[in-house]
């Protein structure tokens, strides 16, 4: 059973920085894609960054330059290094899997999914 599990949210003033974690277990996928999605009440949720098992990497308009995605293999864990916050990052990041490289922001196409965790940026 595959479980993603995020860690290191938490509230930052603007200008701040803080790096999430995913620490993934149980997939046997040969190829993989993960991504960091969020999401703020009301909103669909929308991608940020995602890395597939190429190391081939994408970024949403919003955070390019601010935010890095970077895999450790040997700890099976997602980061996601977030730089010079601002308060419309402020949402619930979630952590997401999909069995393939591919190369897309649709949701419905990754499988697995964390719990999320809550990113608050105070100006």
């Known amino acids: 059973q595959v479980q993603l599990v995020e860690s290191g949210g938490g509230s930052v003033q603007a200008g701040g920085s803080l790096r999430l974690s995913c620490a993934a277990s149980g997939y046997t996928y040969g190829t993989y894609c993960m991504a960091w999605f969020r999401q703020v009440p009301g909103k669909e949720r929308e991608g940020s960054a995602r890395?597939?098992?190429?190391?081939?990497?994408s970024y949403a308009d919003s955070v390019k330059g601010r935010f890095t995605i970077s895999i450790d293999s040997a700890k099976n864990t997602l980061y996601l290094q977030m730089n010079s916050l601002k308060p419309e990052d402020t949402a619930i990041y979630y952590c997401?899997?999909?069995?393939?490289?591919?190369?897309?922001?649709?949701?419905?196409?990754?499988?697995?999914w964390g719990q999320g965790t809550q990113v608050t940026v105070s100006s």
């Open positions: 997401a899997l999909a069995p393939d490289a591919v190369d897309t922001w649709r949701s419905g196409n990754y499988r697995n």
């Open positions: 890395i597939n098992s190429y190391g081939s990497t």
